[in-house]
T-cell receptor
Framework: GNSVTQMEGPVTLSEEAFLTINCTYTATGYPSLFWYVQYPGEGLQLLLKATKADDKGSNKGFEATYRKETTSFHLEKGSVQVSDSAVYFCALSDQGDSNYQLIWGAGTKLIIKP | DADVTQTPRNRITKTGKRIMLECSQTKGHDRMYWYRQDPGLGLRLIYYSFDVKDINKGEISDGYSVSRQAQAKFSLSLESAIPNQTALYFC??????????????FGPGTRLTVT
């Protein structure tokens, strides 16, 4: 079956540090991949997505590349800010799945210290 | 105004009580979802609806029921609340079609505590 595995948190970094949050997946079909972000006290919002192998999604300085050979979609940012403190979720949707559901990772809490 | 609203935002109730969580959306989306969030477990799907006449069970539907009163409204009920239903509940919507599946729009959440 389909699944998503994220690195456990919390991840604590200093401001301006480089960020990587690992995400790997298993899928039986041809998934689309997503990163969502949940700021404190809010609902989730889509951060970026990639729909096919080698696609790079980007938004707000964050990037992630769909790597089919390593079944990964790691989230990166070159210089984090305190305002990036949030919980980040990796997810996939498999177009071969007639239920059309999103499969979610457990989330990774990111804490940025000034 | 927010595109997806949830009421109430916080609720404390006692074991055995019936409770309803409501969700409304102004995005015009056909698809609506109810999720539950517990620490370390990510999001788990309770129910989803692809239109007013279509209701589907998700991963953890036991103990819950839903009603899709209109395209814009989707309610979640706990018929007899129990303490392990204490969690953060999210409503979400998405457009129809394959591209819409992954792009979901979330409400702000309802924090439910069952004592």
């Amino acid at each position: 079956g389909n699944s998503v595995t994220q690195m456990e948190g919390p991840v604590t970094l200093s401001e301006e540090a480089f960020l990587t949050i690992n995400c790997t997946y298993t899928a039986t079909g041809y998934p689309s991949l997503f990163w969502y972000v949940q700021y404190p006290g809010e609902g989730l919002q889509l951060l970026l997505k990639a729909t096919k192998a080698d696609d790079k999604g980007s938004n707000k300085g964050f990037e992630a590349t769909y790597r089919k050979e390593t079944t990964s979609f790691h989230l990166e940012k070159g210089s984090v800010q305190v305002s990036d403190s949030a919980v980040y979720f990796c997810a996939l949707s498999d177009q071969g799945d007639s239920n059309y559901q999103l499969i979610w990772g457990a989330g990774t809490k990111l804490i940025i210290k000034p | 105004d927010a595109d997806v609203t949830q009421t109430p935002r916080n609720r404390i109730t006692k074991t055995g009580k019936r409770i309803m969580l409501e969700c409304s959306q102004t995005k015009g989306h056909d698809r609506m979802y109810w999720y539950r969030q517990d620490p370390g477990l990510g999001l788990r799907l309770i129910y989803y609806s692809f239109d007013v006449k279509d209701i589907n069970k998700g991963e953890i539907s036991d103990g819950y029921s839903v009603s899709r009163q209109a395209q814009a409204k989707f309610s979640l009920s706990l018929e007899s609340a129990i303490p392990n239903q204490t969690a953060l509940y999210f409503c979400a919507t998405s457009d129809s079609g394959l591209a819409g599946v992954g792009e979901q729009y979330f409400g702000p959440g309802t924090r439910l505590t069952v004592t």
